[in-house]
């Protein structure tokens, strides 16, 4: 027998193991490959048009998919050769040499990467049509897709996944090279045993708390006002989810072991110790997974999330269907022009208005700088026509109303202060009322904050101002802005350049092709982070399965029928399942709140029903775990 | 069964076996009754038959110690396999208590074999991932037995058995001997009807198995537990009041200690092996 064929024969009986390996590993190199296809593909660069340079997005994209597959594939080959390693002391025993061990693996490593790179780009070749039309339907474009083969994409799956395989090959050699006979035969055996704890543990389980505490505390309290804070709360809670595995969960099972008096109820015995025993061997993984799933939710949200609101997104950023800088009466002699030959949309209101440029003090920061005013029934009328429900109701001439858009969340301490706005060489006290943060016209427009006051105010103050210190912005709600993009362009020819014309439709179309770049790619991150993460945890408990099998003959000769193990390893499984998912859960629930002030969207129900796929498709894998660790179980006897 | 009758109402059947003991009067409950029992192992489709076990017929009372003896292919692994409902025969019936336990299906079959039997292995059979003292509870546990009971009843067993300062050890860390007494003690804790040992002294030294052999002796003597032991061992069957020898699948003889010596036992049980023609090592 050769190596070649021993290698094939080890693949074909391990097979029930490796598929999950494979599995994931097919997938990475499909995705690698899509994704890769795309930055090359010249049709959808047509598509993205001015939004081009997002591509950038796919290639981030493909350096996560890199590097988890990287990450991924190097954390499954050693857990893959420590199981094996009594395997491969069978073969030095019987005469294998060291350096044919070697090979073998080496062997066995070629043709399963061989295989699995072959089929991830047979199904990327397959269903690179599909998927591009996916992306195009997402992103709101419409064309037909060709049939290519891309070279180059081809190419760099080739390099990373070649690399990749180098260097698990010379990881798994010197895993095998290092170990004498006798450790190779012993290493299951004195993997795990059991875990201990200390004084030390209880610290770190409180100091676990205290960092996910303090983490949860600052994403929900400060991290909105201030993103910069952002990184130091990553940081927190994924040390905190870390040391949370890795004392306060042995820290639970622990005392629940020590705790006799529930401990010797049914089942619980026997899945309680077994949780204790193998607890070393597992805490690890469950780390790893707590945290890639949080990873995987929380960009699955976000991109989601806001591929849901993009609608929503461009009304609050482009409150008017088209809205420019009127200088001249010119300007809307050209717009109704336009208009004239565009039978498909009319217009709904058309809304005027006048802003005035004064000089005060950042009621927040406290800097000195230029702000705009404008009259409160103006701002009422226009807040009528667009629906956006913020009427302002000022009860003196003192009173003014603040509108900051410099910060991600409204800052209310700024109510009840003082502001004194200097008008040539005129000043006006004026007390802030309230503030908000949700705006009339488009933010290019207003680029400076904005103050609304009494009319009266607003009338003294233009009376003493110059031109030059005005700015008269039109805008207009129509009928169907889904209907407007003919008359857009039309516009766009006729207006000049400094009317800064700027549309919704524009707007919404631009972000719905990002937005939709973004879904796509989290689609995949999220498909690829489940599929690696639960191909660990079944190739973990199938070792754990057929190392324990043992056990599981002692307590069926001892009287303990098939529906009490089943239940005990189906509640020891549903922990190991169960744990990182609900801390995943928890930190994207938390990270959750902070996005829903930036963002000003509530996508609570994206967010859950995220999760909720996310949870079935991981009960699958959970399923199929408990389906095989059952049946490894109980084969003989 | 007058005795019995007499003392009914404030006594246990444990206390009338003490009293019966210091009277003189003896009851005979019968714990075990096997009738025409025949294994045949071979496919069903012809094939070269083995008949395993034919025609056995066997009673064990209450309060008996029996050990079963024959040299290898006799067929009393397949003996107690049957017994123990590990294996099915293919005619006759077994009655543990009166229950016919060929007659039983999962999961009834569990909970009989988890409460009315006790079993201790060659080879242990302890879980590493469990302390001596939760592989001792463990039948008890499953059983939902109430926290209290379980405590009382560890503590007493483990006394007997000599094991109480191993208690929150793992199996790894004890001796074949305190693994063996601690299998025995998780055999004993649900006060089985009968316990069944394979071999218990086979993986054990002289020393150990003379302890252990003490304690399932006393256990009997004192607790009047019913032991039904397969054993190579000559030495180790001249514990038991009584052996039964199996030959070819078939009930060869019994004998029964009585009066007599340790020694006299053993001396007879070896004459009996070598006109049986068991293994000669046996001998030795």
């Known amino acids: 027998m050769t190596l070649i064929s021993m290698a094939l024969n080890n693949i074909k009986k391990n097979f029930k193991n490796y598929w999950a390996f494979f599995l994931s590993s097919t997938f990475s190199v499909f995705a690698l490959y899509l994704f890769m296809s795309i930055v090359n593909n010249s049709d959808v660069k047509v598509h993205l048009g001015n939004m081009k340079s997002f591509m950038t997005l796919f290639i981030v994209g493909s350096y996560m998919i890199a590097g988890f597959s990287a990450f991924f594939m190097w954390y499954s080959n050693s857990f893959i050769i420590k199981s094996r390693k009594k395997e491969f002391a069978t073969y030095m025993l019987l005469g294998m040499s060291k350096k044919q061990t070697a090979t073998l693996n080496f062997i066995e490593n070629l043709i399963t990467i061989a295989f699995a790179f072959c089929s991830g780009i047979a199904l990327g070749l397959i269903f690179n049509k599909f998927f591009i039309m996916l992306l195009y339907a997402m992103m709101g474009a419409t064309g037909d897709v060709s049939f290519q083969i891309s070279l180059e994409a081809l190419k760099v799956c080739f390099i990373v996944f070649g690399a990749m395989f180098i260097i698990i090959s010379i990881h798994g050699a010197k895993l095998i090279y290092k170990d004498n006979l006798i450790d190779l035969f012993n290493s299951s055996k004195k993997a795990e045993k059991g875990l201990k704890v200390s004084f030390l543990t209880l610290i770190i389980s409180i100091l676990s708390i205290v960092f996910l505490g303090y983490g949860y505390y600052m994403a929900i309290r400060k991290i909105a006002a201030n993103i910069l804070l952002a990184p130091i709360v990553i940081l927190l809670v994924v040390i905190g989810t870390i040391l949370f595995f890795t004392s306060f969960t042995s820290l639970i099972i622990y005392i629940s072991k020590k705790n006799e008096k529930s401990l010797f109820k049914g089942t619980k015995l026997i899945y309680i110790s077994q949780l204790y025993y193998r607890y070393k061997g597992n805490v690890g993984t469950l780390s790893v997974i707590a945290v890639t799933t949080t990873v995987a939710l929380c960009a699955m949200m976000v991109c989601f999330g806001l591929f849901n609101k993009t609608e929503e997104n461009s009304r609050n950023m482009r409150p008017f269907s088209i809205e420019y800088i009127n200088g001249t009466n010119n300007t809307d002699k050209t717009f109704e022009n336009t208009i004239k030959n565009h039978k498909e949309i009319s217009v709904v209101y058309k809304d005027t208005m006048e802003f005035l440029r004064v000089k005060t003090k950042d009621p927040v920061f406290g800097t000195y700088g230029t702000f705009l005013v404008l009259n409160e029934s103006k701002f009422n009328e226009i807040s009528s026509h667009e629906k956006v429900g913020v009427k302002i109701n000022l009860k003196n001439d003192r009173d003014c109303y603040f509108f900051q858009i410099v910060s991600f969340d409204t800052d209310k301490s700024v109510i009840g202060k003082d502001v004194k706005l200097e008008v040539g060489n005129k000043d006006y006290n004026l007390k802030i009322a309230d503030t908000d943060m949700k705006y009339v016209i488009a933010l290019e427009h207003a680029d400076k904050q904005t103050f609304i006051v009494k009319d009266s105010v607003y009338s003294k103050i233009k009376s003493t101002i110059s031109k030059e210190n005005t700015c008269k912005v039109t805008g207009y709600t129509l009928n169907n802005d889904f209907l407007s993009q003919n008359f857009i362009k039309d516009l766009k020819n006729k207006m000049p350049p400094e009317n800064k014309l700027l549309t919704f439709y524009e707007h919404f179309a631009d972000s719905l092709k990002l937005m939709g770049m973004m879904a796509f790619i989290g689609l995949f991150i999220g498909l690829l982070f489940l599929t690696a993460t639960g191909s660990i945890i079944y190739f973990k408990m199938s070792m754990e399965a057929a190392e324990d099998k043992n056990k599981f003959i002692i307590l069926k000769k001892i009287g303990v029928s098939t529906p009490e193990i089943r239940k005990a390893v189906s509640k020891e499984l549903m922990i190991l399942f169960g744990a990182p998912f609900v801390v995943a859960s928890i930190n994207t629930f938390v990270a959750l709140i902070p996005l829903e002030k930036m963002l000003r969207f509530n996508i609570t129900k994206e967010c859950i029903i995220i999760i909720l796929v996310y949870a079935v498709l991981y009960s699958i894998y959970y399923l199929i775990t408990l389906k095989s660790y059952i049946k490894i179980v109980s084969s003989s006897y | ?284």
């Open chain 2, 1 to 284: 069964m007058a005795v019995y009758f007499a003392f009914s109402y404030t006594k246990s059947v444990k206390h009338i076996l003490n009293y019966s003991k210091l009277t003189g009067v003896f009851i005979m409950i019968e714990v075990l009754k096997i009738e025409n029992l025949r294994k045949i192992y071979g496919s069903k489709f012809g094939g070269v038959k083995y008949t395993a076990l034919d025609n056995i017929n066997l009673k064990v009372e209450n309060g008996e110690f029996v050990a079963i003896m024959g040299p290898s292919g006799s067929g009393k692994t397949t003996f107690l396999n049957v017994i123990s409902t590990i294996d099915k025969p293919t005619s006759g019936s077994v009655l543990i208590h009166g229950d016919d336990i060929t007659k039983l299906k999962e999961p009834n079959l569990s909970k009989f074999r988890r409460e009315k039997l006790g079993f201790i292995f060659q080879d242990f059979n302890l879980l590493d991932t469990m302390t001596i003292k939760e592989n001792i509870v463990l039948p008890l546990a499953l059983s939902k037995t109430p926290y209290k009971l379980i405590k009382t009843r560890l503590q007493d067993i483990s006394i007997k058995l000599g094991i109480s300062d191993i208690l929150s050890k793992y199996p790894y860390e004890v001796s074949g001997g305190q693994k063996q007494r601690a299998a025995a003690a998780r055999a004993m804790i649900t006060e089985p009807s009968m316990v069944l040992a394979d071999e218990p002294t086979g993986a054990l030294d002289s020393k150990s198995s003379k302890e252990l052999l003490g304690c399932l002796e006393s256990l009997n003597d004192k607790n009047k537990a019913t032991i039904l032991m397969v054993t190579h061992d000559s030495f180790a069957a001249s514990y038991c009041k009584r052996i039964i020898f199996i030959k070819d699948g078939k009930l060869f003889n019994e004998i029964y200690k009585g009066d007599r010596t340790r020694k006299d036992f053993y001396q007879n049980i070896l004459k009996i092996l070598s006109v049986i023609g068991g293994d000669t090592d046996d001998l030795n």
